[in-house]
């Protein structure tokens, strides 16, 4: 079992920023990858950015060039740092690990409000 507890959401202005963290504990170690995905009201949950085990990184057309993920292997935390926010950025944010046997754990979400 893999635990993720989210942090950082908030209400912020449009080209405000925000930084989300989460942090992982219990079967760490078989993590392949980590991520953050978003679902906005009435919309599908959908991939916001990706870091696998080698550092890699994958983003969404919608995050490049304003978020980045990064990761903290001391502190088995995962951030994502928002910058030049957007109203259309308004979702629950939720993180995610996936465990090399392909199953994916989420965390419980955390909200993010970008205000116009």
């Known amino acids: 079992q893999v635990q993720l507890v989210e942090s950082g959401g908030g209400l912020v202005q449009a080209g405000g920023s925000l930084r989300l963290s989460c942090a992982a504990s219990?079967?760490?170690?078989?993590?392949?990858?980590m991520g953050w995905y978003r679902q906005a009201p009435g919309k599908q949950r959908e991939l916001v950015a990706q870091?696998?085990?080698?550092?890699?990184?994958n983003y969404a057309d919608s995050a490049k060039g304003r978020f980045t993920i990064s990761r903290d292997n001391a502190k088995n935390t995962v951030y994502l740092q928002m910058n030049s926010l957007i109203p259309e950025d308004t979702a629950v944010y939720y993180c995610?690990?996936?465990?090399?046997?392909?199953?994916?754990?989420w965390g419980q979400g955390t909200q993010v409000t970008v205000s116009s």
């Open positions: 870091i696998t085990r080698g550092g890699s990184t």
């Open positions: 995610n690990a996936v465990h090399i046997s392909q199953v994916y754990y």
């Open positions: 219990g079967r760490i170690f078989s993590i392949n990858a």
